[in-house]
Structure formats: C-alpha cells, structure tokens
C-alpha cells in the first residue's frame, strides 16, 4: 500500500487566493482526518469524515475554510480566501475502526501565503 | 472536550541515558493513547500506543505507562541513541470515534 497521499507537496499563494489540497487516504479505510500544525498551535485536528460523512468540524477556523469527501478515495481541504495566518503544513491521516483507529499520516502540504 | 496536557515541552538527555514523556488527560471516558514521533520535515509517526485495559506495554527500548485514576500516561526510552531525536507527541481518544487530541509535543535531543 503506498500509504496516505497528498498533494502539493508544498504551495506557494498570494493571500486572496484560494488553495485547494488533496488527500488520498489508505485504501480501506473508513476514517480521515485533516489537521493543520504551526509551531504556535501545535498539531490541531481541523475536521474528520467517517464513511465520507463529516462527524466533527469544531477545529476548521472560519468559513474560509471547507473540506469534503466526495468518495472513500479522495478528499479536499479548500481554503477561500486565504491569508498570510493560515501559512502552516496541513496533515491528512486515516483511520480504521477495524484496525482500532490508528491513524496513519500522509506527508503534509507545507502552505505558504504570501 | 477533552483536553491533553504534556511535559516537558523541551527534553535534553546524553546519549545512553532515559527519557520520561508525561503527559495528563481531562476526559476519563478516554480509552487510546498513542505516541507519535515526528522527526524534522517529516510526518508523525505511530510509535507505540496503549489501551485502558492494560497498565503498561514495552517494545523493545520504548515503554509508555497508563494511569486511569490519576489520568495520566508517560512514555519511556532507554538507551537513548541520536537517532530518538525528534517532537514527541502524547494524543487521548475515547476510542470509539477515532478522533484524537493532542498534547502540544516534546522535542528530545539526545546528545552524542
């Protein structure tokens, strides 16, 4: 399994921009999670899916932010407008309840707005 | 909601000595407790984890013990090597919905 997917790797945006990234998640699972880390906050869950339905969305910051999961193989984050505060690496991991909710991370998209 | 705390926020060992990661939880329906090693540019990995039923669990250099009643759980490494050098995080779940909260992470350097 080649594991979590995202991409860009790295994005580079002019604020007003609108950034979208994308996750592919481990293929059978059933959870995924979006989460957003900055040396200030930490490592913060943003929203998370359960069979494509999202459960919790507490953690997304404003209306800038949307997510969605339009299948069990993709999903996006998508930030409109941005702004230079929202400069961060975004993670996306899954999960399974049948292997006990161990959560498996992707490599993050490093955000840059300028 | 749940919320986790961990200590220390910085943690400087010699290589070959012990590290202690603590870390306290406010929500006693919690019931997972993963750590999670993040070294740099990279992204966090599972490293052992731990479920309410058991008190302690050991893999090979690493160890993490859970207490219930008091809510709290700690991770231990043995032997440092460089190599253990990363941000080390602590997360509580209830289990049942695979959501988990963070603590706000450890950086070990372990110096040669």
């Known amino acids: 399994d080649a594991g979590v997917i995202q991409s860009p790797r790295h994005e580079v945006t002019e604020m007003g921009q609108e950034v979208t990234l994308r996750c592919k998640p481990i293929?059978?699972?059933?959870?995924l999670f979006w989460y957003r880390q900055t040396m200030m906050r930490g490592l913060e869950l943003l929203i998370y899916?359960?069979?494509?339905?999202?459960?919790?969305d507490s953690g997304m910051p404003e209306d800038r932010f949307s997510a969605k999961m339009p299948n069990a193989s993709f999903s996006t984050l998508k930030i409109q407008p941005s702004e230079p505060r929202d400069s961060a690496v975004y993670f996306c991991?899954?999960?399974?309840?049948?292997?006990?909710?161990?959560?498996?991370f992707g490599p993050g998209t490093r955000l840059t707005v300028t | 909601g749940e919320n986790v705390e961990q200590h220390p926020s910085t943690l400087s060992v010699q290589e070959g000595d012990s590290a202690v990661i603590k870390c306290t939880y406010s929500d006693s329906a919690s019931n997972y407790f993963p750590w999670y090693k993040q070294e740099l540019g990279k992204r966090p990995q599972l490293i052992i984890d731990i479920r309410s039923n058991v008190g302690e669990k050991k893999d090979q250099r690493i160890a993490v013990t859970l207490n219930k009643t008091a809510k709290h759980f700690s991770l231990h490494i043995t032997e440092t090597q460089p190599e253990d050098s990363a941000v080390y995080f602590c997360?509580?779940?209830?289990?049942?919905?695979?959501?988990?909260?963070f603590g706000q992470g450890t950086t070990l350097q372990v110096k040669p």
């Open positions: 899916f359960n069979n494509n339905v999202p459960i919790d």
């Open positions: 293929s059978g699972h059933d959870y």
């Open positions: 997360a509580a779940s209830t289990g049942n919905t695979g959501k988990l909260i």
């Open positions: 991991a899954s999960a399974s309840q049948g292997g006990s909710y161990e959560q498996y």
